[in-house]
Every structure is written in C-alpha cells, then in structure tokens.
C-alpha cells in the first residue's frame, strides 16, 4: 500500500507548487538561452538574457517567501489556539 501512496503524494505536491515549478522551467530556459547567446558571441543577447534569468529567480525567492509567511502564520494560529501554551504567560524582551 505504500509504494501505491508514494507516487500520489509526490504528483499532490507536485500539483500544489505548480508556479514554483513553472518559475524553475523559466529560469532554466532563460539560463540556456544566455548560454546559446554566449555561444554566438552575442553579449546584447546575453545581457537581455541574463537580466530575465534574474527576473525569475527573484520570482522563485518571493514564492518561496509567500509559501514561509504563511506557514508561519498557520503555526502561530496552532500555537495560540493550544491551552497548554497560554499566550499572556510568554517572556517579553
């Protein structure tokens, strides 16, 4: 039954960061075409190419900074609704 289960979740996973993946594809399409203007020896292509390689690397950094902010704040919410851990009782600095 596990070896049944481990291919669903992988595609779930899969399924749910979809947009990071799509970001990936696109950096990894944007760094081959900077490495096939390097080949021609065309540095206006490479330049062009290499600042979209960039633009979606930080498109990557901000999901993955969405995808840690809420995590975070689903942690907090689990954490302050939990009665063994009462919130007025916290150290403050």
Do not use: C
């Amino acid at each position: 039954m596990k070896n049944r289960l481990q291919p669903l979740v992988f595609l779930l996973v899969g399924a749910i960061l979809v947009p990071l993946q799509f970001a990936v594809t696109l950096f990894h399409f944007r760094m081959g075409r900077a490495k096939a203007a390097r080949a021609r020896g065309d540095k206006g292509a490479i330049s062009i190419e290499l600042a979209l390689a960039v633009i979606a690397l930080v498109f990557i950094a901000g999901l993955v900074t969405v995808a840690l902010v809420k995590l975070k704040d689903n942690v907090v919410k689990k954490v302050e609704q939990d009665p063994a851990y009462p919130v007025d009782t916290a150290p403050k600095p």
